[in-house]
């Protein structure tokens, strides 16, 4: 059993609201944006642990409240090749994207558009990368948002994007593999606006990153900006600093600063629920 199922599984059959933090929980709070850090701790609503079982159905193929595996090992062979429970999740590997405007995906040599709503799951081996080449591709960091993809305001010349989630465990290798031979100029890269998204980005070394237009403001809305988050990611800023002074880039220099001094974290979740407008920087230029 993979120690993030058992986590959330613990969680939800004995009704707890919170957990201690551990690098288990982190992972898992990064990768759904379910929970509240509260000091040492995560707090869960009910909407964050229905969010939960959804992220635990969806990546592992299991019900966390209703486990298949409680049904012996023929059960079991429902949801694995193997009638043990495997290492790997049961759909871990798969890449998950998504079409917006009049993108398309090709899938075994078929065309491939996902309506609102829907994400599309697939084998890396069967998606056509060359395809993929002569489209944008928008990499998001948290799986969580995928559902919602259309509610997402892609900046002036996005708006027909392939959007692809980073991966996370199996399939984080595949999803960085494109990225890696994806143009430049059709890569873009829509992280969280704190100190470790911006490490992630930066990491790309290319491509567009997609930010709040008017981000500097950000910092006096306290429904969006998240300083608690921000004093989280201490090593995330060393990082940037480090990465600034060996580019001895201005651009970046100028925004982590900015972003140090008004302890900015704005999680994706609150950017589009609150349908704030994204404009695009150069990553190349940051690097600089």
């Known amino acids: 059993m993979?120690?993030?199922?058992a986590a959330i599984e613990r969680l939800l059959r004995r009704s707890r609201s919170s957990v201690r933090r551990n690098p288990t929980w982190e992972a898992i709070h990064q990768e759904t944006g379910a929970g509240r850090i509260v000091a040492g701790e995560i707090h869960?609503?009910?909407?964050?642990?229905?969010?939960?079982?959804?992220?635990?159905?969806?990546?592992?193929?299991?019900?966390?409240?209703?486990?298949?595996?409680?049904?012996?090992?023929?059960?079991?062979?429902?949801?694995?090749?193997?009638?043990?429970?495997?290492?790997?999740?049961?759909?871990?590997?798969?890449?998950?994207?998504?079409?917006?405007?009049n993108a398309e995906i090709r899938v075994s040599g078929s065309p491939v558009r996902t309506p609102p709503g829907a994400v599309l799951?697939?084998?890396p081996e069967q998606l056509d990368a060359d395809a993929l080449?002569?489209?944008p591709l928008v990499v998001i960091e948290n799986g969580a948002l995928m559902p919602h993809w259309p509610e997402i305001r892609l900046p002036?010349?996005?708006?027909?994007?392939v959007l692809l989630?980073?991966?996370?465990?199996?399939?984080?290798?595949a999803a960085t593999?494109?990225?890696?031979?994806?143009?430049?100029?059709?890569?873009?890269?829509?992280?969280?606006?704190d100190p470790a998204g911006l490490v992630m980005a930066l990491q790309a070394g290319k491509g567009w990153l997609f930010v709040p237009r008017d981000w500097p403001q950000l910092c006096r809305d306290s429904g969006v900006n998240q300083p608690g988050v921000h004093r989280q990611q201490r090593a995330a800023l060393q990082q940037l600093q480090h990465v600034q002074e060996r580019s001895g880039s201005g651009d970046l220099a100028e925004l982590r600063?900015?972003?140090e001094s008004e302890e900015l974290a704005v999680m994706q979740e609150h950017i589009v629920q609150r349908q704030l407008e994204l404009e695009v920087l150069r990553l190349e230029d940051l690097l600089a």
Do not use: C
């Not at 993979?2 to 199922?5: I, N, R």
């Not at 989630?165 to 290798?173: I, K, L, P, S, V």
């Open 121 to 123: 799951s697939v084998v």
């Open 44 to 101: 869960f609503s009910a909407e964050d642990r229905q969010r939960l079982r959804e992220y635990a159905r969806s990546v592992h193929g299991i019900d966390p409240l209703f486990d298949a595996r409680d049904g012996g090992r023929l059960a079991m062979a429902r949801y694995d090749s193997s009638e043990k429970l495997a290492k790997d999740s049961v759909f871990g590997r798969l890449l998950v994207m998504a079409t917006a405007g």
């Open 257 to 259: 600063a900015r972003m």
């Open 2 to 5: 993979s120690a993030e199922l």
């Open 177 to 193: 593999e494109l990225m890696a031979v994806q143009p430049s100029e059709r890569l873009g890269l829509f992280f969280d606006f």
């Open 165 to 173: 989630y980073r991966g996370h465990r199996e399939n984080q290798r």
């Open 156 to 161: 002036d010349g996005w708006s027909d994007a």
């Open 133 to 135: 080449k002569g489209q």
